[in-house]
């Protein structure tokens, strides 16, 4: 009788603290990173769990205690597994290509990210793409027109079995010309994308792009491919990096409407074939304000003179200079009086002029920054450029235009005195002209412009950001 007890007693021990471990065991399932403006509910939202299994799930007592860059295990995602990426969808991510990236059912990605179409798979969107640690199939193959998927797999020492299940065919006779497919082999460079072979990559920077901001397209392709491209309305020009990458810049208009654009690359091969992609990019508001109503003199408002002034603009920076002078950060124009002046007026500002004693009302935007500063103070070169341009105009008044190469120009209006002419070199803070109130003011001050690939972009970006 003791010693059944006793053996009664060792099953029941074993029983309680073998099933301890067990119920101690942290929840499974994928890490989201907390980003800025995150809460638990937005995250539960996002992934379609209550509050209250993300908190248990995750040991969360307090709700109000969670920080950007904490790791929550998200439950409920079965088959679902390791870090959850936020990111800016880029030239090439496709709803098929992140399909055979993320290498996980199109019934999970919808659920991540609420997918209603994969139309909406725009440059620019934010997405959960859940990270692949499969590092076997990162090399990015086609088929020519007339070619199988046997003699494609062939080609890259696999079975066209293989390439069809990873990359969600019906079978090895659905295969399309064209369609870029994820194959087996390591490729350093080439990510797992939309894009076609001769593209190795490509991608845009500062995303999404903003009304007034500045669009950056890097490509690295195959050798001796030549590139061409347009974004929105404006034809890409591409120049040679140190790296082998090709980059072009291009300004996005102030006064386009947010929305969705196309974003076009042409790349065209050594024996003359081409290879292109096409993919819409999202314009995000630039969230300008409104100034307040100006009253000028009518003759600066008057289309007569006012356009015939833009268009000599226009053509003045037009060229795209394959020379770039400049190097790294742009300065302050008004940095040799830093300590007396500030801006008055910032970029894209919606305006609407008044003319003095008429009913003339021109709406319009403002096109660059506003200094604060007396007649005679300094203007400096915020980077190294050519003048081009130094002389009088009736709205802008005594202006100097630089081109800085690679279609990036700056203008500086409302001059009081020139202290550079055509043809000149400059460096970078070499002093260009005084601050004046000539042309369409209301008051002494330095008007400064940013122009990229025929259009004006906020100057502000040039200081924080280093292009390209």
């Not at 929840?27 to 996002?46: E, H, K």
């Not at 003699?151 to 969600?168: F, I, R, S």
């Not at 124009?333 to 910032?346: E, F, L």
Request: charge should be negative; aromatic fraction near 8%; hydrophobic fraction near 40%.
């Amino acid at each position: 009788m003791y010693k059944r007890a006793v053996l009664i007693f060792f099953l029941l021990s074993s029983f309680i603290f073998s099933s301890q471990p067990v119920q101690a065991q942290e929840a499974s399932g994928p890490i989201y990173i907390v980003q800025a403006g995150d809460n638990l509910s937005s995250i539960a939202a996002r992934f379609s769990v209550s509050v209250t299994d993300l908190m248990s799930a995750n040991n969360i007592t307090n709700p109000n205690q969670l920080k950007v860059g904490q790791q929550l295990t998200i439950p409920g995602l079965e088959g679902v597994v390791g870090l959850l990426n936020m990111e800016n969808l880029n030239f090439g991510d496709s709803y098929r290509s992140l399909m055979r990236r993320s290498q996980i059912s199109p019934d999970t990605f919808q659920k991540l990210n609420h997918v209603v179409s994969p139309n909406e798979f725009y440059v620019g969107v934010s997405m959960i793409v859940p990270a692949n640690d499969n590092q076997n199939f990162t090399a990015r193959v086609s088929a020519s027109v007339g070619e199988s998927l046997l003699e494609l797999a062939v080609k890259q020492n696999t079975d066209p079995w293989t390439l069809a299940h990873y990359n969600g065919l019906q079978g090895s006779y659905d295969g399309l010309p064209g369609d870029t497919l994820v194959a087996p082999g390591k490729n350093s460079e080439q990510k797992v994308s939309g894009l076609p072979p001769a593209f190795v990559s490509a991608e845009m920077s500062n995303l999404p792009v903003k009304q007034g901001g500045v669009g950056v397209v890097k490509v690295k392709t195959l050798p001796g491919v030549t590139l061409s491209g347009n974004l929105v309305d404006r034809r890409l020009h591409f120049f040679p990096m140190e790296d082998g990458t090709q980059v072009a810049l291009q300004g996005v208009h102030a006064l386009l409407p947010p929305g969705v654009y196309p974003l076009r690359l042409d790349a065209t091969l050594p024996d003359g074939s081409a290879q292109s992609y096409e993919q819409s990019i999202v314009i995000v508001s630039g969230n300008y304000a409104n100034d307040p109503l100006l009253s000028v003199e009518p003759a600066t408002i008057d289309p007569a003179v006012t356009e015939p002034e833009l268009q000599q603009l226009i053509q003045l920076t037009a060229p795209s200079n394959p020379i770039k002078y400049w190097d790294g950060d742009f300065i302050s124009p008004a940095v040799a009086y830093a300590q007396t002046t500030y801006v008055i007026s910032k970029f894209g500002n919606r305006r609407i002029y008044l003319g003095k004693g008429t009913d003339l009302k021109i709406p319009g935007f403002h096109t660059g920054m506003d200094f604060s500063g007396g007649v005679g103070l300094a203007i400096t070169a915020p980077a190294a450029g050519k003048v081009i341009f130094a002389g009088p105009l009736i709205v802008r008044g005594n202006a100097t235009i630089i081109d800085h190469g690679w279609g990036v120009y700056s203008g500086y209006w409302h001059q009081s005195e020139f202290k550079v002419k055509v043809g000149d070199l400059v460096e970078k803070n070499q002093i260009i002209g005084l601050v004046g109130g000539t042309g369409r003011v209301t008051g002494a001050h330095l008007h400064w412009e940013i122009w990229v690939n025929g259009v004006q972009v906020d100057p502000m970006d040039w200081l924080t950001n280093t292009y390209p």
